[in-house]
């Protein structure tokens, strides 16, 4: 079955950076756009980035454009969010995401805590 997990959250000074990882498998990864979104308590989830199948076009909510950039490598069936410069506003739990013949796929997420 499909499983995604994610790793690399934790506590970061505000202007730290942190890379999150998402573990995939149980279905062909490199065939797939990946996604990470993002939820803060009492939040809605929101879209963070996506990158296509073969790791070309990418795109960004425009909040993290600058500091956040995501990449992937087939070979290791991940994909990764690399997060600059955070802020306090950063602070959420990080999820993955894969939409598979209509069907959304998430991680369990992991935790990022931007405080000094």
């Known amino acids: 079955q499909v499983q995604l997990v994610e790793s690399g959250g934790g506590l970061v000074q505000p202007g730290g950076s942190l890379r999150l990882s998402c573990a995939a498998s149980?279905?062909?990864?490199?065939?797939?756009?990946m996604s990470w979104y993002r939820q803060a308590p009492g939040k809605e989830r929101e879209f963070v980035a996506r990158?296509?199948?073969?790791?070309?076009?990418?795109n960004y909510a425009d909040s993290m454009k600058g500091r956040f950039s995501i990449s992937r490598d087939n070979a290791k069936n991940t994909v990764y969010l690399q997060m600059n410069s955070l802020k306090p506003e950063d602070a959420a739990v990080y999820y993955c995401?894969?939409?598979?013949?209509?069907?959304?796929?998430w991680g369990q997420g992991t935790q990022v805590t931007v405080s000094s």
């Open positions: 995401e894969t939409r598979i013949w209509g069907i959304d796929y």
């Open positions: 990158i296509s199948s073969t790791g070309g076009p990418t």
């Open positions: 149980g279905f062909p990864f490199s065939n797939y756009a």
